[in-house]
């Protein structure tokens, strides 16, 4: 039975909780809190599968309850409850999250998004997934290059010293150049720098395209399947989920997470076939032969799929859950 923590300073709220959630005490061990301090408490006494907490409240607020769950209890599960008010500092923690519920929200609600978030959680802590990982010798580390900005943007760079930094890798400039000048971004002037890009789009866009086109150029080297194909297609899949992201008016950090899921969700095919060319050969030629699709093979081949694969690697890099789940959950 899962351990769930509901944390909320009002307690006419944590009345509401408890009352609305009363039918799944069957299936849950649930304990309403009302404060942060109490909650890490409860988590030292005994472990916890899931919290979830509001946002806004006295003494230790939401953010820096979850930040420190994060840090103290790794595997438990942090959802963020609140309103579309406190929407700013949900994206302020948006690293120590795995999921997002606004209030007011059902009881059915609550219990889908703490079972995908549990289901994510299990995936990647899943054995068989772990040996696969653990034949691969070492996992590709998170670029250089993409620390360097990050560096850059902590200390307060200028966006052209930034656009510097990027530019000093040619090759992959004119990659990240040619996605932004592409359709799909719908940019009307043509852009000549990662310094104008970076104006255009948002420094966080940028920067997701520069780590989407690292990973490529760094783990492609190797790969046995078509590099230029799967990059156009991630390109298109990241420009597409900004377009929609932006469509419904969300902020700008959900535009960009949505841009670098896209980008990304496919990192899986890229690990598994640079890691295992000879292995990826037999799932290529399995879809030519077969007709089956490539998450068929690679499930016979290998025991997984790219998806879980990806999702590992992506959060092992310690990037924000909706790009975890983007590759773990695309098909």
């Known amino acids: 039975m899962k351990r769930i923590l509901f944390v909320d300073d009002e307690p006419m709220v944590l009345t509401g909780l408890r009352r609305m959630l009363r039918g799944l005490r069957h299936e849950w061990e649930m304990e309403f809190l009302p404060g942060g301090e109490e909650a890490l ?14 946002m806004r409240m006295a003494g230790m607020d939401g ?41 007011p929200c059902d009881a059915e609600t609550v219990k889908a998004t703490i079972d995908r978030a549990c289901t994510l959680r299990d995936l990647l802590n899943n054995e068989q997934l772990q040996t696969l990982i653990t034949e691969m010798g070492s996992l590709p580390s998170l670029p250089t290059l993409y620390m360097e900005i990050m560096q850059a943007v902590r200390d307060g760079k200028a966006l052209s010293d930034i656009g510097e930094i990027i530019a000093q890798d040619v090759a992959m ?4 150049l040619k996605v932004v000048n592409s359709a799909f971004f719908g940019i009307s002037r043509h852009v000549e720098s990662p310094a104008q890009a970076a ?3 948002g420094l966080d866009a940028v920067r997701s395209l520069v780590l989407s086109a690292k990973v490529f150029s760094d783990m492609g080297k190797d790969a046995a399947l078509d590099l230029e194909e799967l990059w156009q297609h991630s390109a298109r899949v990241g420009a597409l989920a900004r377009r ?21 969700h496919e990192v899986g095919k890229l690990v598994l076939s640079s890691q295992f060319g000879d292995k990826y050969q037999k799932v290529v030629a399995m879809q030519k032969q077969d007709g089956k699709s490539c998450w068929e093979a690679e499930q016979e081949v290998f025991g997984h799929t790219h998806c ?17 789940e983007s590759a773990a959950f695309h098909h």
């Open 41 to 54: 408490n409860a988590m030292a006494r005994s472990a916890v599968d899931v919290i979830v907490s509001d």
């Open 63 to 103: 953010v820096q309850l979850l930040t420190e769950v994060k840090s103290r209890h790794p595997n438990t599960v942090r959802i963020a409850l609140s309103g579309h008010a406190d929407m700013e500092m949900v994206l302020e923690c948006i690293g120590a999250t795995h999921q997002y519920l606004a209030k």
């Open 173 to 176: 400039t004119a990659k990240v």
């Open 199 to 201: 104006a255009i789009l």
């Open 244 to 264: 929609i992201a932006k469509a419904e008016s969300q902020p700008a950090k959900i535009v960009d997470l949505a841009q670098m899921g896209g980008m990304l």
């Open 308 to 324: 879980e694969v990806g999702a590992y690697l992506l959060g092992l890099w310690g990037l924000p859950n909706p790009i975890v």
